[in-house]
């Protein structure tokens, strides 16, 4: 019954992280006794149970979860959207429309190939496909805007503790930003200089996700860069 | 002569491997990707995925689909080769989807398919290897679930004498080529291949000193992983 890393310790897939009875967290699997890691990433020795917080790992599709998606293809009564996992996500017609479907509806006209929308995942049927929603507050078609996309893994870094990350960026800039958890960011801003600063902090979230203090040193950031701009 | 003495034609010992750099992350416009440069070899990795199969037909319902594509550049050799897939590129890359297969989780991505490109840039013996060593820490980098890394190299025999990591020279003129990809943290050897004539105990000693060089390069693609973050963490540190 052992612990082989410091907690915290980056890891990578195979190492072995646990000998003995423990419950294998994220990212990890249990051989023989053994918990190792799946994922490049950060151990995290908890109370009765092992986890890696992944730095690189795919999007897979959760119900509830917020996701910015792009239109691919238009079947009879759905849409077939692209939402950065490894299978496309539906939307039905009922899910994003009040009116009922009837013949005469042309799909087109609502929602065409190459449109952007902010989605809901509301449930995952039996092939395990994604089922998508736009009914609601602040779904639906995207009209304007910028898009970039970060590591799936590393939006929670983004939103930070409680949404303290992300209160202090939109605070900071007054700019309106949702974030899908599949990791695509919609930034909408008054000024094209704000949207660059953005995608440049998303930068550095990403890049530097696994270090501490990383609040402070953004705002930093942020301040820097404002001063820059305004000499 | 005694065999702490005697040199190969690179002026290597006989359990030396060729200096090697790996580089993981390297494009950013694929999923994971990762560069090796092993000896004269260059090669550089990309994947994608776990996405939608396309066409349809070809994906499993219980599992994803792994495809691997090897490719030597027409440039990667002296003289210059074809630049369509050869038999050869076609063989190499069903046996580094078989190597790669067993560390990977497939079963948690059902109909979908992960696709691996390995682009031999310069060759100099050993590509089959070194792209699966790459491929391995490109998967990585792209976020794939992984039982365990893969880390390949080769063994053989020249002039009588068992050798560690053959290079081009060594590969045509030698009595024997060995090449082995192992999972270092599970001791699985998951590629095994045997080009010439060899006795079994002779068999037995390359594969073992195989393994030895594989344990090697494994901790040099640890590094190479481990580098991308770690330098990230000193530059922080610095700006405090």
Aim: net charge negative; aromatic share 6%; glycine share 8%.
């Amino acid at each position: 019954m052992s612990a082989y890393f410091e907690n915290r310790a980056i890891v990578v897939p195979g190492d072995i992280l646990y000998e003995g009875r423990i419950r294998a967290g994220n990212n990890t699997y249990r051989m023989g006794g053994r918990v190792y890691a799946t994922h490049i990433g950060l151990v995290e020795y908890g109370r009765g149970v092992v986890s890696v917080i992944a730095l690189e790992a795919g999007y897979m599709p959760m119900v509830g979860d917020i996701v910015i998606g792009y239109v691919v293809d238009i079947d009879v009564g759905q849409w077939i959207v692209d939402i950065n996992a490894p299978m496309n996500a539906i939307l039905k017609v009922p899910d994003a429309m009040e009116v009922p479907f009837t013949p005469e509806l042309v799909m087109t006209d609502f929602l065409d190939i190459g449109d952007t929308i902010v989605a809901k995942v509301v449930d995952l049927d039996r092939r395990r496909t994604p089922i998508l929603s736009i009914l609601g507050g602040e779904l639906g078609k995207v009209d304007e805007g910028l898009i970039v996309e970060m590591t799936p893994s590393k939006v929670p870094r983004l939103i930070g503790k409680k949404g303290s990350m992300v209160s202090m960026i939109l605070k900071e800039t007054g700019c309106k930003l949702v974030i899908g958890e599949n990791g695509r960011i919609l930034i909408q801003c008054a000024d094209r200089e704000d949207e660059e600063l953005i995608v440049n902090i998303i930068r550095k979230i990403e890049r530097e996700a696994h270090t501490t203090g990383l609040t402070n040193r953004v705002h930093e950031y942020i301040m820097r860069m404002r001063g820059v701009r305004n000499e | 002569m005694s065999e702490e003495k005697w040199r190969r034609v690179d002026g290597r010992a006989w359990n030396e491997l060729r200096p090697i750099k790996i580089e993981s992350g390297v494009l950013p416009n694929a999923d994971g990707s990762a560069y090796i440069e092993m000896g004269r070899n260059k090669i550089i990795v990309a994947v994608y995925g776990p996405r939608e199969m396309h066409p349809k037909h070809l994906a499993k319902p219980d599992m994803a689909v792994l495809r691997c594509r090897y490719h030597m550049s027409p440039f990667s050799t002296h003289p210059r080769r074809s630049p369509g897939p050869s038999r050869r590129d076609t063989e190499i890359g069903m046996v580094m989807r078989y190597a790669l297969e067993p560390a990977i989780f497939l079963e948690r991505f059902p109909r979908a398919t992960i696709d691996v490109y390995a682009e031999v840039l310069q060759a100099d013996g050993g590509t089959r290897c070194a792209s699966i060593t790459a491929a391995a820490v490109a998967l990585v980098d792209a976020g794939i679930p992984m039982r365990d890394l893969v880390a390949a190299c080769a063994a053989g025999k020249i002039e009588g004498h068992i050798i560690l990591d053959l290079n081009d020279h060594e590969d045509k003129y030698g009595e024997a080529d060995v090449p082995v990809a192992y999972m270092p943290r599970l001791d699985r050897v998951t590629l095994l291949q045997m080009d010439g004539v060899l006795h079994p105990d002779e068999l037995r000693r390359c594969i073992e000193l195989a393994i030895e060089g594989c344990q090697h390069i494994y901790e040099l693609q640890r590094e190479a992983l481990k580098r991308k973050y770690e330098e990230v963490v000193e530059e922080v540190k610095e700006g405090e």
